[in-house]
């Protein structure tokens, strides 16, 4: 018996726990990109937040884009020109990245703050009231209620 690692299955998707609802887009190179790395938590019942390692960028190189049932996180950092001085190793990615996530539906973003090179999105699932559970009364047959019988003539 082979063990599979469905830790792919859940590394993209927010808000709904389906193991199977990444199986279409396992093998495309969005899912096999490991910059920068983060983290999906859920953080109470209907929020979640993801945090994304990303030393080095400032608020204004970093974009936020919610569109539909997806966020897209790009990061653009300027090119840096030092005078004077040369980098004999570089181990500090500046890269450019864009970074996109599969949100269920319903699940919208609350905030983004970044603190010591992480920045943290705030995601919350706001369910319309149309959509909640609602418990359905269930009445008794009344004792005086008569009933009509069908006659065959």
């Given at each position: 018996m082979r063990a599979y690692?469905?830790?792919p299955l859940y590394r993209s998707?927010?808000?709904f726990d389906r193991l199977f609802s990444k199986l279409d887009t396992l093998g495309t190179a969005e899912n096999t990109q490991s910059y920068p790395p983060y983290n999906i938590e859920r953080t109470g019942e209907n929020a979640y937040r993801i945090t994304m390692a990303v030393?080095?960028?400032?608020e204004s190189e970093l974009s936020i884009e919610s569109r539909e049932n997806g966020l897209t996180?790009?990061?653009e950092k300027?090119?840096?020109k030092s005078e004077g001085s040369e980098f004999l190793y570089r181990g500090i990615a500046g890269r450019a990245f864009e970074r996109r996530f599969?949100?269920?539906e319903h699940v919208e973003v609350k905030g983004a703050t970044l603190k010591n090179g992480l920045l943290h999105i705030d995601l919350v699932r706001v369910i319309?009231?149309?959509l909640k559970p609602r418990k359905i009364e269930i009445a008794t047959a009344n004792a005086n209620a008569r009933s009509i019988e069908a006659t065959a003539a």
């Open positions: 690692d469905f830790a998707t927010v808000g030393a080095g960028f400032g996180v790009t990061g300027a090119e840096e599969q949100l269920a319309p009231e149309a």
